[in-house]
């Protein structure tokens, strides 16, 4: 697979990137079996992807102890990407926490469920606003500084809080939603991140699964699947917007693709500086999304989807209003 550079940083990492929430972390249903998850993250490696991205707060802890599993034993090969900024109390997350003592005490402790001697991509899980964003810069610059950590992100970040972090350690990625159903970051977060020259790591590439056309109005969820709460995941918006997936169908059929390469393919060509991270349980879907980074749109199939994507209006909120008070700060 093509690497690519994250922004103006020396941190050069497959085109695709694999996130492992999913994993062991039950958002989308309940954990799966580590020992076929771990089957899947080396597979990812086998395929060319270097790219993994985990958090303390998926499990608690437990994605991480499973990403260093499946990769420690070839940590030459990969680039690990963990985040900090919860309080975990109880096994569950309790709050948001980015006082630099406790960033501390999450690098030292991610280190060791990775089971790696230094974190390549620290991201700031959520914006905390009780803490000065530059007292956060601060406190991973210090860690960069003792070689615990080797670059810094953001994740969900506004341009004034990137700008101000950005000023204090050079901030090598922000992750943030981004996709053809989720296109806020091309108004003021993309024209930012360029000009700094940040890089971008789109998370739910997919739209949480609803771009690939595996979902309509019908399809029901686990109990336990955090979908079931999202506005956008109602069956009167799935049935609303199926004219996204349905234009995402039809180039894929010129493409000779499928509706979920062409969503990734379509990110690729955006910026050479942005790096998807869908996520996966399942051999055979992460070998469909790998093989987007083959799909090559042309400038006309481009226009083509931007002339007919701006035509349709997504319906439905992307998360319930109290995950939306944690963003953007």
Known sequence: MQKRKLGNSTLEVSALGLGCMGMSFGMYGPSKDEQEMISVIQSAVDLGVTFFDTAEVYGPFTNEALVGKALSPI??????????????????QAGLNSRPEHIREAAEASLKRLN??????FYQHRVDPNVPIEDVAGAVKELILEGKVRHFGLSEAGVQTIRCAHAVQPVTALQSEYSLWWREPEAEIIPTLEE???????????GR??????????TTFDSTDFRNTVPRFSPEARK??????????SIAQRKHATPAQIALA???????????????TKLHRLQENVASAAVEL??????DIDSA?????????????AAQRMINR
């Open 240 to 249: 609303a917007n199926r004219a996204l997936v349905d234009l995402l169908g």
């Open 196 to 206: 700094l020259g940040i890089g971008f790591v789109p998370f739910s590439p997919l």
């Open 209 to 218: 699964g609803y771009l690939t056309g595996k979902i309509d109005e019908s």
């Open 75 to 92: 940590r030459d090969r990969v680039v690990i990407a963990t985040k900090f900024g919860f309080h975990i109390a109880d096994g569950k």
């Open 116 to 121: 790696i001697d230094s974190i390549d991509l």
């Open 266 to 280: 379509w990110l690729l060509a955006q910026k050479p500086w942005i790096v998807p991270i869908p996520g996966t």
């Open 298 to 303: 042309t400038e006309g199939d481009l226009r």
């Open 309 to 321: 994507a701006s035509r349709i209006t997504v319906q439905g909120a992307r998360y319930s209003e």
